[in-house]
């Protein structure tokens, strides 16, 4: 699976933004843009800077003109205010002398120049946004994506372009497409049936994170393409929809075909993708597939060691039998919890009772009521009550339906 790495806004904001303090406009400071133009050309550079920080906090478009020419200041920080107050102002007709500050010699205006530009948002600035990511400074880099992932959909075409670049181009691309969103997703989808493997499985890789419902079918599909890390891809990104029963039923009736992009995906960062790709392990009843999930058990998260428990208890093969009975880990435990029910061992309920309270879930509560056994229905009912749960939700069969004490003996 291609990783994928959204860079969030808050995480970069700092290293974005140059800060510049615009003070709060008083009373009539409004009619003063005249003056704080002319004060553009003081000869006190801290006056030229006060002067075009104060016309980007009054946002008056009769300031953009004489901003830009302020662009060739002598003096770097009113360059640098000018920029940011070009930015404020948001008038597109600032946006060609930005884009050329991209390529400003201080790396300070080149990154201002692409925080404004996100600002403004012309579709202009695109392209010119998306080589500015190579900029030698990484801050400059960074900012531009910031800016390109408030574009919305304009940035998506120029994008989409760049699936069919270098390997490192693919992937930073993508990862702009997924944060980017819904606007991706026809034209990632739309891609799925390029004669290049890498733009496709870039594009399946992309659409399992962004996870539209209108991706489903498109996945489903590409769960025959001819290329292994397609289908892998395909797999792991329908996982990811994790509750639409259409992407469930497709992945089971591939049968053998689906098992070991199956395995691979019980390693996938994502514990969505681990938890159902053990849980339709278990239901396919893959022997293949007993020692990943046995390594599974190890999980970091008690989710996934629940269901690769309960894939275990499904599949029945001696191994897994063994590790169960074995298992001290109350994820394990709550997860097996029919496998255990089923064995009826006396003496067990105390253990299966605190795997509940230790790591159990609602599916884990329904099989105690299921059981037959009086102390797993009444440790169950504890819990409820203790969770606020109303047990008359659950629907109990006292041993009647599901999985009885005993049966498996």
Known sequence: MIPLTVRRPSQITVACFWMLALAPLGRGQIDRVSQLIGDLKADTASVRVWAAQKLGAIGDSRAVEPLIAALKDPDVNVRTASVVALGEIRDPRAVEPLILTLKAPDAIRRYTAAVALGKIGDPRAVEPLIAARKDPDRYVGICAEEALLGFGAPAVEPLMAMLKDSAQDRAEAA?????????????????????DVSVRTTSVAALGQIKDSRAVEPLIAALKDPDVSVRQNAVEALLSHSDDEAAKRALAGIGEAA????????????????DGAAELL????????????????????????????????????????????????????????????????????????????????????????????????????????????????????????????????
Not at 259 to 274: F, M, Q, S, W, Y
């Open 282 to 409: 278990g239901e396919m009843k893959a022997h293949r597939a007993v020692a990943p999930l046995i390594g599974a058990l190890g999980d970091i998260v008690g989710s996934t060691r629940r269901a690769a428990a309960e894939a275990l208890g499904k599949i029945g093969d001696p191994l897994a039998v063994q590790r169960l009975l074995a298992a001290t880990d109350y994820c394990v435990i709550a997860g097996a919890a029919a496998f255990y029910v089923a064995r009826g061992k006396p003496g067990t309920e105390e253990a299966l009772i605190l795997s509940l309270d230790g790591c159990g879930d609602r599916d884990t509560a329904t099989v105690f009521l299921n059981s037959g056994n009086p102390k797993l229905e009444a440790g169950a009912r504890a819990w409820a009550a203790r969770k606020g749960l109303d047990v008359r939700g659950i629907p109990t069969f006292s041993g009647r339906g599901g999985t009885g004490w005993g049966a498996g003996r």
């Open 259 to 274: 098992v070991e992009p199956l395995i691979t995906a019980l390693k996938n960062p994502d514990v969505r993708v681990r």
């Open 175 to 195: 990862t702009l497409l997924v944060a980017i969103g819904a606007p991706a997703v026809q034209p990632l989808i739309s891609t799925l049936n390029d004669p």
